[in-house]
């Protein structure tokens, strides 16, 4: 069982930063891969980023590619989303979530076996 708990969200003027954290519980926190996704209202929850078990791979969707930065530390449970020159479109809840399946990379939510309750991101224009 793995739980997680994000943090970091709030609100940014458009163009700021803002970094995001996940903490998870369990002692199987490094075995698995660790995927941020995002919801914004109205919309479908959408794959942000993933980053492999041990830190060596990353994925990004195109929208964030170049201004989000994933990254974890497994000594500390914890994973990061480093968002910088926030848009307008980027406002929503984002949600970490847990995959241990060999399709990390794909960035599936079907394939991901532990969320977070999420932690919303507002931006100002």
């Known amino acids: 069982q793995v739980q997680l708990v994000e943090s970091g969200g709030g609100l940014v003027q458009a163009g700021g930063s803002l970094r995001l954290s996940c903490a998870a519980s369990g002692r199987t926190f490094s075995t698995y891969a660790m995927g941020w996704f995002r919801q914004a209202p109205g919309k479908e929850r959408e794959f942000v980023a993933v980053?492999?078990?041990?830190?060596?791979?990353?994925v990004y969707a195109d929208s964030v590619k170049g201004r989000f930065t994933i990254a974890r530390d497994n000594a500390k449970n914890t994973v990061y989303l480093q968002m910088n020159s926030l848009k307008p479109e980027d406002p929503a809840v984002y949600y970490c979530a847990a995959d241990r399946g060999s399709s990390w990379y794909k960035g599936l939510q079907t394939t991901y076996e532990y969320w977070g309750q999420g932690t919303q991101v507002t931006v100002s224009s």
């Open positions: 980053i492999r078990w041990n830190g060596g791979s990353t």
